[in-house]
């Protein structure tokens, strides 16, 4: 499985989570930190990534 939105950059970080390789760049890096961090997870559409800051419960006026 792979997601590329860009190539790699010279800048980017270069991670390995449960022996998947990930690469991100600083700066969403900095949002992924700021967001207290990125959840993957699977669904009917296949493998989604949320930041975890971005979660809605029922009470969020930012939920559609």
């Known amino acids: 499985m792979g997601l590329a939105l860009d190539e ?15 690469i991100v760049d600083p700066f969403a890096m900095k949002i992924i ?9 699977s669904s009917v559409f296949g ?8 979660e809605c419960s029922s009470g969020c006026s930012s939920c559609g």
Do not use: F, Q, W
């Not at 991670?15 to 998947?20: R, S």
């Not at 930190?33 to 997870?41: A, D, P, T």
């Not at 493998?47 to 971005?54: C, F, I, K, N, Q």
């Open 8 to 22: 790699p950059k010279e800048a980017d970080e270069h991670y390995t989570i449960n022996e998947v390789p990930v």
């Open 33 to 41: 930190k700021e967001s207290g961090g990125l959840n993957i997870r």
């Open 47 to 54: 493998p989604t990534a949320e930041l975890v800051g971005s």
